[in-house]
């Protein structure tokens, strides 16, 4: 008995200088010893060997009628007073006067089932398609046996993730987040000055980084001069909350977010002792203005870290950009926008907090294959001469989506758990009575796709 007792230390004193040696040191030194990058170069290999396998497979299989290359069914992009002009194939010059036909109807069924099938938002909250199957079982939609080799392929690779990758990646996760909990504890204990600041920053950044290496994380940074600077606010795209950890791996953010407890409080009551995170309570959270006003006193300092924001105020599917909520772009200040998209090859970011809860989410990001993703620094951008907040936002938005080829949608993110507005409801049969009396029908648009969206009710 003491004999294997013996055995399980040596193991695990080997298990140990593995990760201090070849991870955990070169990551508090912002350092690469090249493992990561040879094992995505395998997997690459890999994975385009699986998808020819797999391609080569569905060729011997009975073809499937093809889908439209924009999703489910092919919509059609017209205005609604052109649609309706071609249902009128009798009278189509006869839209004005207070003139109703019966089949007006059928533009706006057709609309509706188009929306239903396949709308802009909730489509949003889903995990991104795949081009060919990744061999995570999570993500096998009618791959499930192809050949004997895909499918021992498949099983060593259950074994890869959850036998070694898992452990090694939960052994670095406890260590960065304990390291994260006492150092910032410690810092927190000196008084106010450029040393306590230098080490405050020198301890989180280590921390995220040895949690980026929990997640086997390659990131690339673009555009590095244009990286937040002091007494800015940093806003980006939101994809996942390892968001946080993939750009403090790059610099130190002064944090925004609600207090909350059990572990999360343990961790933002350490980390706000060294460096002054804005942390709200939820009453607060409520009060537009004392929000503003907090938000306003750490960008007049100067010497604070920029503040990080995610406008969208949820987490979208890293498919595209939805409405930028107005409140960030009130406060003055610089904006510094950052683009993030996620290679979906290597494992899924986005996070359905309809689905499934931070532990199974974790769980999941960890027995992926690795989190990939660039990040594109954007030029710092500020409000223009009788631009509002609304404006301002749109414009960042939209630099933001091009630059990471996402796309640019106007909807509000909180659909997501809401009921659409009566009053977006109400602008659309605006905008079909205002036709049929013969006024401007484009002063009251707000788009084709919106229609059957709307007057559904979807």
């Known amino acids: 008995m003491e004999a294997a007792w013996d055995i399980a230390f040596v193991l695990f004193q080997v298990w140990l200088s593995i990760v201090v040696g070849l991870i955990m040191l070169p990551a508090m030194f912002g350092m690469s010893l090249g493992f990561t990058d040879i094992y995505i170069k395998v997997l690459v ?75 802009q938002v909730t489509q949003r909250f889903t995990s991104e398609e795949l081009a060919s199957w990744n061999l995570l ?22 074994f890869i993730r959850y036998c070694i990758l898992l452990p090694l ?14 150092g910032t ?22 921390c995220y980084r ?45 944090m925004v977010g609600q207090v909350h407890g059990g572990l999360m409080g343990v961790i933002q009551r350490s980390m706000v002792r060294s460096c002054p995170h804005v942390w709200f309570e939820r009453a607060e959270m409520k009060d537009r203005h004392a929000v503003a006003k907090r938000l306003k006193e ?22 595209s950009v939805m409405m930028f909520k107005k409140g960030s772009f009130e406060i003055g200040g610089t904006i ?16 359905n907090s309809a689905k499934y809860n931070m532990v199974s989410y974790i769980l999941r990001m960890m027995t992926s294959w690795a989190i990939v993703c660039n990040v594109w620094y954007l030029a710092p951008m500020t409000r223009q001469d009788g631009e509002d907040a609304v404006h301002f936002a749109n414009r960042v938005k939209s630099a933001i989506a091009q630059q990471g080829g996402l796309v640019d949608l106007s909807w509000d993110g909180g659909l997501k758990r809401e009921r659409v507005k009566e009053s977006f409801k109400e602008e659309q049969q605006k905008m079909y009575s205002s036709m049929i009396v013969g006024l401007d029908c484009h002063e009251a648009s707000v788009g084709p796709e919106s229609s059957g969206l709307f007057l559904c009710g979807h």
């Open 45 to 119: 290999k890999t994975l385009e060997w699986a998808t020819l396998r797999i391609q080569r497979g569905q060729n011997e299989q009975p073809t499937l009628p093809s889908q439209s290359a924009n999703g489910i069914i092919e919509k059609d992009d017209g205005s609604m007073e052109e649609k309706i002009r071609q249902l009128r194939r009798s009278h189509p010059d006869n839209l004005a006067g207070g003139d109703f036909t019966l089949c007006d109807a059928f533009y706006f069924c057709k609309k509706g089932i188009e929306n239903i099938v396949e709308d």
């Open 137 to 158: 079982t999570r993500t096998n939609n009618n791959f499930r046996y192809i050949s004997v080799r895909l499918t021992i392929i498949w099983g060593l690779g259950v």
């Open 169 to 182: 990646r939960i052994t670095l996760a406890v260590i960065g987040l304990s390291w994260l909990v006492i």
């Open 185 to 206: 504890t410690l810092v927190g204990l000196l008084p106010s000055s450029n040393v306590k600041n230098w080490l405050s920053d020198l301890v989180h950044i280590t």
């Open 210 to 254: 040895i949690c980026a290496r929990a997640l086997s994380a390659t990131i690339r940074y673009h555009n590095k001069e244009n990286r937040p600077k002091k007494g800015g606010i940093c806003v980006a795209n939101h994809t996942s909350p390892i968001d946080i950890v993939i750009l403090a791996n790059d610099g130190c953010y002064a």
């Open 298 to 319: 750490h960008i007049a300092d100067k010497t604070k870290l920029p503040i990080l924001i995610f406008p969208e105020g949820t987490c979208i599917n890293n498919t």
């Open 336 to 351: 510094y926008p950052v683009a993030i998209k996620y290679d979906p090859q290597f494992g899924d970011a986005f996070w």
